[in-house]
């Protein structure tokens, strides 16, 4: 199974910062690689895929970088409603794989 | 528009089976990929299985002898069928459909998820 350590698991920041996620896959992914968002209590909402592709909907302070086995996800100007959980997930192989999340938390 | 509404969940005993039904509008179950998700309380997401539009489908391993996806298209139902449930079980299990025309683990859109409860 290809393995996704995602970094770091929480982090504090505050409103129009701008906050970047990491996700290491354990090898070479190609760009597979998608990223959600989950609130509490709510599914996971898609917002990147392959990579870098923005889903049709979000919002562009969200961007996608990466290719390889290294990849990120940056938010631009952080606003109320981006407090939330982030998970990266894997498409290259059987089995989709996720990374462990990462918390952002306002400061 | 695309919905998912997953029903089924509930308390069951260590050893016992339970069926999953995900009733989906807006589109037909024979079109898309059908995954099932599942995310254990406090914890990250778990990819379980998928089925093809092909009607096959494919399981993560340490599943794949206990649990059945099945599709009924009259229905417009996908349904996880689940053995010899454990503790490691308890999750809530959702079902997401892919993005058309990328790859079957691309999740756009999802239910709402049913609580899957292994315990004594």
């Known amino acids: 199974d290809i393995h996704v350590t995602q970094s770091p698991s929480s982090l504090s920041a505050s409103i129009g910062d701008t906050v970047t996620i990491t996700c290491r896959a354990s090898?070479?992914?190609?760009?597979?690689l998608n990223w959600y968002q989950q609130k509490p209590g709510k599914a996971p909402k898609l917002l990147i895929y392959s990579s870098s592709t923005l889903q049709t909907g979000v919002t562009s302070r969200f961007s996608g970088s990466g290719s390889g086995a290294d990849f990120t996800l940056t938010i631009y100007s952080l606003q109320p409603e981006d407090f939330a959980m982030y998970y990266c997930q894997q498409t290259y192989s059987r089995p989709l794989t996720f990374g462990g999340g990462t918390k952002v938390e306002v400061k | 528009e695309v919905q998912l509404v997953e029903s089924g969940g509930k308390l069951v005993q260590p050893g016992g089976s339970l069926r999953l039904s995900c009733a989906a509008s807006?589109?037909?179950?024979?079109?898309?990929?059908i995954s099932w998700v599942r995310q254990a309380p406090g914890r990250g997401l778990e990819w379980v299985a998928v089925?093809?539009?092909?009607?096959?489908?494919q399981y993560k391993d340490s599943v794949k002898d206990r649990f059945t996806v099945s599709r009924d298209n009259s229905r417009n139902t996908v349904d996880l069928q689940m053995l010899n449930l454990g503790d490691d079980d308890t999750a809530i299990y959702y079902c997401?459909?892919?993005?058309?025309?990328?790859?079957?683990?691309?999740?756009?859109?999802w239910g709402q998820g049913a609580l899957v409860t292994v315990s004594s």
């Open positions: 997401a459909t892919a993005l058309v025309g990328t790859t079957y683990g691309d999740f756009d859109s």
């Open positions: 807006g589109f037909s179950v024979s079109s898309k990929y």
């Open positions: 090898e070479d992914i190609n760009k597979k």
């Open positions: 089925m093809f539009p092909t009607g096959l489908s």
